[in-house]
């Protein structure tokens, strides 16, 4: 059975729960969370935070242990945050208009509270509503992202609203028309590798009439399309010299060849897949509920989903990379039904953050060397 809670804060000012062990359940204006037995032993095994956004309803969270060993959530709201990168101590939000920085000051008051980290905004480059997807660090510290308006790989500018680091070879010119939806960023020693896009499409939303199998996934060095036939291919990410991707319109977590674009299934997770995420021998993956529009209408994952004789979920998945067993998860119902990006952050238990509803952003200040 799981166990329910009273919390103290709503959602978008800071949630906070603290519980006993086994399954549980954290509720609020609407919002369910709920966590497989044992999730918070295994948090505590590998020493991590999770940290996921939801453009949905505007929100980043941070998943971990209170001091007593409990689960603990933790909440900003951030308009339409997408795509994360933690790296250096640093964390990297992509939102409606901005590339935010957060960087960890561990401020007193935090640690005084039971935290072990606090994340605060220091930098932003505000980039004007690009629609700024998937998002890693490059080798000089700056953010390089999946700029999806313009069909381009993009990094951050002092004068400008953004500076194109790669474009697909099929898109002739840099345009606002979303003509490929290019949603996903690898990078290798800092530098973009690989990127997926939901078909090589050079019009605009021409990407909208091959959602069920035009994916794409392209090598950013050679500038070749390695792999096709996905359905709406999404997060790439490099692991331990293996890349993995996720088929987010058919609901499987895989690893591709970028040899010969085989892609290996390892897990079936029941939703429309978003945000990925290793820790040792683990992956992280983000399951959404598919919205009931056009978009999400008509793709492999319906038909998933009736094979395996299940509902679409909104949550966190666990997966076993050996096995391919799901080891834990989080499941989210009511104020969330859609995740984007997840990103593990290591050596802290019960992350906080300095958001911009509050006037806690005005008290907290740090003083440099």
Not at 127 to 135: K, P, S, V
Not at 235 to 259: A, I
């Amino acid at each position: 059975m799981a166990r329910r809670a009273d919390v103290d804060n709503s959602v978008g000012q800071g949630l906070a729960y603290t519980g006993a062990g086994g399954e549980h359940t954290v509720q609020a204006k609407k919002f369910e969370l709920t966590t497989s037995r044992q999730f918070e032993s295994w948090l505590a095994e590998h020493r991590i935070n999770i940290a996921f956004t939801t453009y949905q309803v505007g929100r980043l969270f941070f998943v971990g242990l209170s001091p007593k060993g409990n689960l603990s959530v933790f909440n900003r709201t951030l308009e339409r945050c997408m795509g994360l990168a933690y790296a250096d101590g640093a964390l990297w939000v992509a939102s409606l208009c901005q590339i935010l920085k957060f960087v960890d000051v561990a401020a007193e008051r935090a640690l005084e509270a039971g935290y072990d980290s606090l994340f605060v905004p220091q930098v932003s480059y505000y980039t004007g509503d690009i629609d700024a997807h998937d998002l890693a660090v490059g080798p000089d510290g700056r953010p390089i992202f999946a700029n999806t308006l313009f069909s381009c790989l993009s990094t951050v500018s002092e004068d400008h609203s953004f500076r194109a680091v790669w474009t697909p070879p099929f898109i002739d010119r840099l345009a606002a028309e979303d003509r490929c939806h290019l949603n996903g960023v690898a990078c290798e020693d800092g530098n973009p590798r690989y990127a997926t896009a939901v078909a090589a499409t050079n019009v605009a939303d021409g990407w909208r009439d091959h959602r069920g199998d035009g994916g794409i996934v392209l090598d950013c060095q050679s500038s070749e399309i390695i792999a096709r036939g996905g359905s709406m291919p999404h997060s790439p990410r490099l692991h331990n010299g293996k890349l993995y991707v996720l088929d987010s319109g058919s609901g499987y977590f895989g690893q591709l060849e970028p040899d010969d674009g085989h892609f290996e299934a390892i897990a079936f997770c029941p939703g429309f897949l978003r945000g990925l995420d290793f820790i040792g021998n683990f992956a992280v993956v983000g399951l959404s509920k598919p919205r009931g529009n056009k978009t999400f209408s008509g793709l492999p994952l319906d038909e998933n989903l009736t094979k395996h004789a299940v509902d679409a979920r909104c949550g966190l998945y666990v997966v076993d990379l050996t096995s391919g067993d799901i080891v834990h998860w989080i499941v989210l119902e009511g104020l969330v039904g859609e995740l984007f990006d997840v990103a593990i952050l290591p050596d802290r238990t019960n992350t906080a953050a300095i958001g911009f509803k509050s006037d806690e952003i005005r008290r907290v200040i740090s003083i440099g060397d």
